[in-house]
């Protein structure tokens, strides 16, 4: 679980799609303001969908191959096949311009609600979803699958972390260094997007693989 939840994480916190929406808020007026509700709701997303997980399982991984466990492996098959899929998509498909979303020009009068929805429509949900398939597997009577939970969530939300953290203790250069990032970002999106569902996906297929016929 720990492994599957370290990739998964990292897949999300490294996607270039919510970095670059929260470099934006961050350059905006009220950047510190904006970037926090980003922030707090990215997070907030991803406790919710643990939370409700271990509600449903109470806490207590099911039994191996009983039918909840196998519908869980099933889910993250499915998923990782969707992002591998997805991924060659993307690969394949003839290049197109494209200029910045339409919300970008509304970053300076958007609201920290505002914002914190966005973060919300930003999060990559397929990957959430594995996340929360993975966690089924969590038995939190052992701190150890909590500390691989909450390791998980703030994995999730690292690249945020780091930002915020930058842009407070030295706004200035932040404010250049993280433009050059998104620049890059947005130079290099379409590659970042199909090497990251590729790999996420990869490894979720196998491993759901494995995990059935084992």
């Known amino acids: ?30 950047g510190v303001r904006q970037g926090l509700a980003f922030l707090m709701s990215w997070l907030a997303n991803l406790v919710a969908v643990i ?36 991924g060659v998509y993307r690969h394949r498909r003839p290049p197109r311009p494209h200029g ?16 914190a929805g966005l973060a919300w429509l930003l999060q990559p949900w397929g990957l959430v979803g594995a996340g929360a398939a993975t966690a089924v597997d969590a038995n939190l009577s052992t701190a150890a699958d909590w500390f691989a939970l909450t390791g998980y969530c703030l994995l999730a939300t690292l690249s945020l972390i780091v930002m915020a953290i930058y842009t407070l203790w030295a706004p200035t250069a932040a404010n250049a260094r993280l433009s050059a990032l998104r620049k ?22 196998a491993r759901s693989i494995y995990d059935l016929v084992v």
């Open 51 to 86: 939370a409700v997980v271990v509600l449903l399982t109470g806490g207590q991984p099911p039994a191996r191959h009983s039918v909840p466990s196998t519908a869980a492996i099933v889910v993250k098959l499915a998923i990782g096949l969707a992002l591998v899929g997805y």
């Open 1 to 30: 679980m720990v492994l599957d939840l370290v990739v998964i994480g990292t897949a999300i916190t490294l996607g270039p799609l919510h970095n670059s929406a929260f470099i934006l808020l961050l350059s905006s007026r009220r």
């Open 100 to 115: 910045p979303p339409r919300w970008t020009a509304r970053i300076d009068n958007a609201s920290p609600v505002a914002a």
């Open 184 to 205: 890059w970002l947005g130079d290099h999106q379409e590659r970042l997007i199909v090497a990251l569902a590729l790999l996420a996906g990869l490894w979720l297929t």
